[in-house]
Nanobody, 127 residues
Framework: QVQLVESGGGLVQAGGSLRLSCAAS????????MGWFRQGPGKEREFVCG????????SYADSVKGRFTISRDNAKNMLYLQMNSLKPEDTAVYYC????????????????????WGQGTQVTVSS
């Protein structure tokens, strides 16, 4: 079993930045593809970005491309999401997720393929 705990959410003004962290325990994440998803008020959960377990491949939703950066530190069992130039439409609960079965260089974008989820952290961007 893998436990994931997100942190770093909060209230920020439009144009500001936040850095989310996801701490994993239970197992090393070295061979897990990782991703960030979000669910805004009245919306379905959506893919934000993902990173393969090798770390060499990333993918971003068009809505965050150029503003968000996903990274991982396998030695520390950590996943990060640097969010810059935040917009009110980025307001959501952000979740990290881990997929144990993805191939080395594959980024997993479909939520149903992920095996483990964190509890989420709230990000609120005021206009």
């Amino acid at each position: 079993q893998v436990q994931l705990v997100e942190s770093g959410g909060g209230l920020v003004q439009a144009g500001g930045s936040l850095r989310l962290s996801c701490a994993a325990s239970g197992r090393t994440l070295t061979r897990y593809a990782m991703g960030w998803f979000r669910q805004g008020p009245g919306k379905e959960r959506e893919f934000v970005c993902g990173i393969c377990w090798g770390g060499g491949t990333t993918s971003y939703a068009d809505s965050v491309k150029g503003r968000f950066t996903i990274s991982r530190d396998n030695a520390k069992n950590m996943l990060y999401l640097q969010m810059n130039s935040l917009k009110p439409e980025d307001t959501a609960v952000y979740y990290c997720a881990a997929d144990a079965d993805a191939p080395l260089m594959r980024v997993v974008v479909r939520s149903y393929e992920y095996d483990y989820w964190g509890q989420g952290t709230q990000v609120t961007v005021s206009s």
